[in-house]
């Protein structure tokens, strides 16, 4: 019998931009590669501004533009996920010292890191940018990291043996 599925949690700060469209585009490639019983993701924010709420109308557009549904609701992310997440990827540095910070015993076996970290193409350390005050361009761009972070994602979750 194989091993439990791997659970990612993306997270940003409202949960209404970045961290569903990692989580949209994440469930897209999983769903592509057969992998949806194996991985599950989800996404959620370090603030609870946004909870309840779809993602930002922006993001949902320029995500169908490339075949991806953005379908989750904002919430915001507590203590208790670590328990449950075997990947904690967080989208910038303060929202990683923030959950760095709610971590306070340390007492986390999974991995917490930005998601660019992931991505064999990106510079370590850096951030997706929020693009919510930008234009369409922000959207899209936003897109293409995570695209990219993602697929690296998988081929880490695959050389981490979680897959097996």
């Not at 990692?22 to 993701?41: C, N, P, T, Y």
């Not at 990827?89 to 970290?117: P, W």
């Amino acid at each position: 019998m194989s091993r439990r599925s791997v659970r990612v949690c993306f997270v940003c700060l409202g949960n209404i931009c970045r961290s569903p469209t990692a989580e949209g585009v994440m469930r897209k490639f999983v769903e592509d590669q057969g992998l949806s019983r194996r991985i599950q993701v989800d996404s959620a924010g370090t603030a609870a501004y946004h909870v309840g709420e779809r993602a930002d109308r922006r993001s949902r557009q320029a995500a169908r533009r490339r075949g991806v549904s953005l379908e989750s609701r904002a919430r915001q992310f507590g203590i208790e996920d670590f328990g449950i997440q075997d990947y904690v990827l967080a989208m910038d540095r303060k929202n990683l010292e923030t959950l760095e910070n709610l971590l306070i015993d340390g007492d986390f076996e999974g991995r917490l890191s930005l998601l660019l970290d992931l991505d064999p193409l990106a510079k370590r350390g850096s951030e997706v940018p929020d693009p919510y005050y930008g234009g369409d361009a922000g959207f899209e761009e936003v897109l293409d990291l995570c695209e990219s972070a993602c697929l690296g994602l998988i081929e880490q979750i695959r050389r981490d043996g979680l897959l097996e």
